[in-house]
């Protein structure tokens, strides 16, 4: 077991150091799910144990991730999530298995992809492919003082199916995004962030359903939008620089503003206003956009949209 997690240490450590020779993506990924599976096996058989065994053995490839701590105040919730992961696991073991094998052929082209048609991405991030006991499909942790891009293969598995290149090159390019656009508060940052990654998804894949694009979670939003699109346009006017957490988890999460807005659906209105602003603009072009700039071009751009008083 020793050899195996300094193999995927090493491996984390050389897909954080850039292009090598040939030429090749600046950002590979370490594949961590048959470490997991294997720390699964070693472990006992109690749930709670076999958790904490995997917690242990995966810590020096993930420092920290699955540790309850990194959830504050629900670190409790966290851990009887991952009991209930443990029991679970057995059932989902071949299909996280197959989505792990179709990531590895897929991630190394998807990034090559990106590169060419947008630009370079920023060298030194980890990027792995891990068991994310149902926290995300993609996300960014900062583990051991480092930003790492993480995709979870049991939610791709069980979200995104056979098809997933459009939802890593929408992560990509927050990775992309993120080392351009400074200190933003106030929804139309997120509004922006969100919805432009959603627009560079769409256009890198321009056959990508709402499913590929992230558009269907928790339920469709655009059939919604189709019919109240100046309600979902004037809402993202009227709270354009709220800071209000129940207000931005409508926008971007589960929760809702009303019965006829689906949750997160400004996504798709982020969306509308990148793919307005890209008429004239790069997808490059449009992630330099930043500071009073921005909050003034995403205010004109809805306001184009409807009439709103």
């Known amino acids: 077991m020793k050899s195996l997690v300094l193999a995927a240490a090493a491996l984390l450590a050389a897909c954080a150091q850039g292009p090598d020779s040939a030429g090749k993506p600046r950002l590979g990924y370490a594949d961590l799910t048959d470490d997991f599976a294997a720390l699964y096996d070693s472990g006992p058989i109690d749930p709670a144990a076999r958790a904490a065994h995997i917690r242990k053995g995966m810590e020096p490839m993930l420092p920290g991730f699955y540790d309850p701590r990194r959830f504050g105040d629900q670190s409790a919730f966290y851990e009887q999530m991952t009991e209930s992961f443990m029991r679970e696991y057995p059932a989902k073991r ?3 298995s197959a989505a792990a094998a179709r990531f590895g052929t897929m991630f190394d082209p998807a990034v090559a992809d990106f590169e060419r048609r947008i630009g370079p991405l920023p060298a030194g991030t980890p990027v792995a492919l891990v068991v994310a006991m149902g926290e995300f499909d993609g996300a960014t942790r900062v583990l051991g003082g480092k930003t790492h891009l993480l995709f979870g293969a049991d939610l791709i598995a069980a979200i995104h199916g056979g098809e997933a290149r459009a939802f890593v090159q929408h992560e990509l390019f927050h990775v992309y995004h993120e080392t ?25 894949n321009p056959k990508a359903s709402d499913g590929e694009l992230l558009l269907t979670i928790p339920e469709p939003i655009r059939p919604a939008l189709e019919t109240h699109r100046a309600e979902a346009v004037c809402s993202a006017l009227r709270h354009l620089d709220t800071t209000d957490g129940k207000v931005w988890r409508a926008f ?10 689906p949750p997160r659906f400004g996504y798709l209105v982020g969306a509308w206003v990148a793919k307005d602003l890209g008429q004239t603009r790069s997808l490059a072009n449009l992630a330099e956009l930043d500071g009073p700039e921005l909050r003034t071009l995403v205010e004109s751009s809805l306001r184009g949209m409807a009439d709103c008083h």
């Open 180 to 204: 351009r656009m400074g200190e933003c508060s106030g929804l139309y940052c997120t509004l922006w962030q969100e919805g432009l990654a959603v627009h560079a998804a769409q256009t890198l």
């Open 252 to 261: 971007f999460s589960g929760e809702r503003l009303n019965e006829r807005l």
């Open 94 to 96: 071949e299909a996280i």
